[in-house]
């Protein structure tokens, strides 16, 4: 009897602390993102997921699906749900200089 009130307690310690470490900071993120695509506006400057740095110049909420200019000419549509963050081109040069720093650092 002792023993399985030991287990039970031990186990729903770890599943506490999975939830905590784990499924609780994706749902935050998720959440953060979502916001984020719900407020994007026409004009705004983005990142996609794969990297590429564009303007959305058309969105169409219902079926979720933004025209983006990659380039002078250069329109494509992709799922507003690829578009990762909005684009800050001083957030972006400072992390890439942290980097540097951590490499040259380590070397």
Do not use: W
């Not at 905590?20 to 998720?30: I, S, T």
């Not at 506006?41 to 740095?53: A, K, L, M, N, R």
Request: hydrophobic share 50%.
């Amino acid at each position: 009897m002792q023993e399985s009130i030991v287990f039970f307690f031990f186990l729903s310690l770890a599943i506490a602390a999975y939830y905590a470490l784990v499924l609780l900071p994706r749902q935050r993120a998720f959440k953060k993102h979502q916001s984020y695509v719900l407020s994007m506006h026409v004009g705004d400057e983005v990142i996609t997921y794969s990297g590429i740095i564009a303007i959305i110049t058309e969105l169409d909420e219902e079926v979720g699906v933004a025209r983006v200019k990659l380039a002078e000419g250069l329109e494509v549509r992709m799922l507003t749900a690829a578009i990762m963050r909005p684009y800050d081109a001083q957030e972006i040069a400072e992390n890439a200089r942290m980097a540097l720093e951590a490499r040259r650092a380590n070397e």
